[in-house]
């Protein structure tokens, strides 16, 4: 009933006194072990996730430099990230794209 109260709701009409009873009764009524394994299972996969997100955000900024590369930003900017392209270590053939890509738009 209480959750059926609030998951129907709209966010902007939910009260967060409301919503925390809601909580308190679940954690009551479970005795805290699931929230327990809850969280141990989210720390469990945050962990076992974070180089896939590092990886994520290093494509993100690829991403990034390949936009500005494209558009004509400065030339300072696409040098510093590949260099620091290459003091990382990363895959040779990225870097030779990431270099390419700069040589043809820049000239």
């Known amino acids: 009933q209480d959750y ?3 998951k129907g709701g709209k966010v902007e009409e939910q ?3 409301r ?3 809601f909580v308190r009764k679940l954690k009551d009524n479970m005795q805290g ?3 327990d394994l809850h ?3 989210a720390k469990h ?3 076992a996730t974070r180089g896939a ?4 955000q290093r494509f993100m900024n690829n991403l990034e430099v390949e936009r500005a590369c494209v558009e004509g930003h400065r030339w300072e900017g696409t040098l510093e990230h590949i260099e620091t392209m290459v003091f ?5 053939r990225r870097v030779a794209r990431m270099l390419a890509l700069a040589t043809l738009t820049y000239g």
């Open 15 to 17: 009260e967060v006194s």
């Open 39 to 41: 969280a141990t299972i």
């Open 4 to 6: 059926k109260s609030i």
């Open 45 to 47: 996969l945050l962990d």
């Open 33 to 35: 072990v699931g929230l």
């Open 19 to 21: 919503i925390g009873g």
């Open 88 to 92: 990382r270590g990363e895959n040779v």
């Open 53 to 56: 997100m590092l990886y994520q």
